[in-house]
């Protein structure tokens, strides 16, 4: 078997590095989630068609192989490129839409999808509605060419930025089964009776409650068919894995700066690379994350190959969840009391990044789906075992 890349792929590669050392510079750290915000980077991509490296050339992408996809994702993540802006709607809403969409939603929305001119929101979760999506209970009452939306969504990232949402709601509240009754609105956030209220974290990123009293929106805000939502969140999931597939690049960003930080630092007049405990917990850490990538891998090419990689990529997101949590342990562990400052103070090594990732790093394993359900996926999807 070979691992190895094409040689027109590890140009492609290059092409995005320089690209990003013109765009950024050479000193660029980045990862703190508002510096990862940028409408102008998100519409640098655009011009260049790389927004739409996966799409199909009919509704204006490069149609590149799911396999390019994972090379531009490993190197913008692997750069901190501030590509949060266009993210949600580059892998999940355009996707969607192609698929399912209308005419004039597929109109009006994947050119600015494209040309990175559109922010979108994903407001799924609600106060008790989370893992258990199908128990949403924010409500659109239809009135004659409108529906009247009710309710609230929480822990919803980038909200009070957003341009559009894209919301689940419930529209059927007698479907014999909870997730029958679901559908996917697209709503402009500045619709009278949508209000948004900040939720701070603890790794300073400012989440967003979403609050939506009696807000009228036209019947053609609806995606697809109604009460066909659910079917829709399942195909926007399935469409994230190649994305996901990458993350593991961004880990070895760190890593590698941790491994720089052990041959450049002597503690006690002795290199901390010569310490036999720091060299075997790194080399352990260099096995993991090289066991995380070819899971990645393997998702990208589950993709190429037609086939949807449903527990894989339960799999690999806790694998590659835990492991980070891992990594801000052991970076902390080798950079010492150093690890502890934060972003700004002189004296902090990468400018105090791995802080903000230790901080950060639990969040991965709720995000996206708790590793506790992806368990229970891995278990029923993937070892055949009874609900």
Same mark, same amino acid.
């Given at each position: 078997?070979?691992?190895?890349?094409?040689? =027109? =792929?590890?140009?492609?590669?290059?092409?995005?590095?320089?690209?990003?050392?013109?765009?950024?510079?050479?000193?660029?750290?980045?990862?703190?989630? #508002?510096?990862?915000?940028?409408?102008?980077?998100?519409?640098?991509?655009?011009?260049?068609?790389?927004?739409?490296?996966?799409?199909?050339?009919? !509704?204006?992408?490069?149609?590149?192989?799911?396999?390019?996809?994972?090379? +531009?994702?490993?190197?913008?993540? %692997?750069?901190?490129?501030?590509?949060?802006? #266009?993210?949600?709607?580059?892998?999940?809403?355009?996707?969607?839409?192609?698929?399912?969409?209308?005419?004039?939603?597929?109109?009006? +929305?994947?050119?600015? &999808?494209?040309?990175?001119?559109?922010?979108?929101?994903?407001? %799924?979760?609600?106060? =008790?509605?989370?893992?258990?999506?199908?128990?949403?209970?924010?409500?659109?009452?239809?009135?004659?060419?409108?529906?009247?939306?009710?309710?609230?969504?929480?822990?919803?990232?980038?909200?009070?930025?957003?341009?559009?949402?894209?919301?689940?709601?419930?529209?059927?509240?007698?479907?014999?089964?909870?997730?029958?009754?679901?559908?996917?609105? &697209?709503?402009?956030?500045?619709?009278?009776?949508?209000?948004?209220?900040?939720?701070?974290?603890?790794?300073? #990123?400012?989440?967003?409650?979403?609050?939506?009293?009696?807000?009228?929106?036209?019947?053609?805000?609806?995606?697809?068919?109604?009460?066909?939502?659910? %079917?829709?969140?399942?195909?926007?999931?399935? #469409?994230?894995?190649?994305?996901?597939?990458?993350?593991?690049?961004? %880990?070895?960003?760190?890593?590698?700066?941790?491994?720089? !930080?052990?041959?450049?630092?002597?503690?006690?007049?002795?290199?901390?690379?010569?310490?036999?405990? &720091?060299?075997?917990?790194?080399?352990?850490?260099? &096995?993991?994350?090289?066991?995380?990538?070819?899971?990645?891998?393997?998702?990208?090419?589950?993709?190429?190959?037609?086939?949807?990689?449903?527990?894989?990529?339960?799999?690999?997101?806790?694998?590659?969840?835990e492991l980070e949590k891992r990594l801000g342990n052991l970076g902390m562990q080798v950079l010492g009391l150093y690890g502890q400052l934060q972003r700004g103070t002189?004296?902090?090594? !990468?400018?105090?990044?791995?802080?903000?990732? !230790?901080? +950060?790093?639990?969040? =991965?394993?709720?995000?996206?789906?708790?590793?506790?359900?992806?368990?229970?996926?891995?278990?029923?999807?993937?070892?055949?075992?009874?609900?």
């Open positions: 078997m070979d691992f190895r890349f094409t040689a =027109q =792929q590890e140009a492609f590669r290059q092409e995005v590095r320089d690209f990003l050392r013109s765009e950024l510079g050479p000193d660029w750290r980045g990862g703190k989630t #508002h510096e990862m915000f940028s409408r102008e980077f998100s519409r640098k991509l655009g011009k260049k068609g790389w927004i739409g490296i996966g799409w199909p050339k009919e !509704y204006g992408g490069l149609g590149r192989p799911h396999m390019d996809q994972l090379v +531009f994702g490993e190197e913008m993540l %692997y750069g901190r490129a501030p590509s949060a802006a #266009h993210i949600l709607a580059q892998n999940m809403v355009g996707p969607t839409l192609m698929n399912v969409g209308s005419e004039e939603h597929k109109k009006k +929305f994947l050119p600015m &999808i494209l040309s990175g001119e559109v922010v979108f929101c994903l407001a %799924y979760t609600e106060p =008790q509605a989370g893992s258990d999506l199908a128990s949403l209970q924010t409500n659109a009452r239809a009135e004659g060419d409108y529906f009247i939306i009710n309710g609230q969504k929480t822990f919803i990232s980038f909200a009070g930025d957003a341009d559009y949402g894209w919301i689940g709601v419930r529209t059927d509240p007698n479907a014999p089964k909870k997730h029958r009754g679901i559908s996917i609105f &697209i709503v402009d956030m500045k619709t009278p009776g949508i209000t948004t209220r900040k939720l701070d974290t603890m790794f300073d #990123h400012t989440l967003y409650e979403v609050f939506f009293d009696d807000a009228k929106v036209h019947k053609s805000c609806v995606v697809g068919q109604l009460n066909q939502g659910w %079917y829709y969140i399942t195909q926007a999931l399935d #469409h994230e894995r190649v994305f996901m597939a990458a993350t593991i690049a961004g %880990y070895q960003r760190i890593f590698d700066e941790i491994v720089e !930080y052990a041959k450049s630092t002597k503690r006690n007049g002795i290199p901390l690379s010569k310490d036999p405990i &720091i060299r075997q917990k790194l080399s352990e850490m260099a &096995i993991d994350l090289h066991a995380g990538r070819l899971l990645g891998y393997r998702l990208a090419w589950l993709l190429e190959q037609g086939i949807v990689p449903f527990s894989e990529a339960s799999i690999s997101k806790v694998f590659t969840s002189p004296q902090a090594p !990468y400018d105090g990044y791995l802080e903000w990732e !230790y901080r +950060f790093s639990p969040m =991965q394993a709720v995000g996206g789906g708790a590793n506790e359900i992806q368990r229970i996926i891995i278990a029923i999807a993937g070892l055949g075992l009874p609900r």
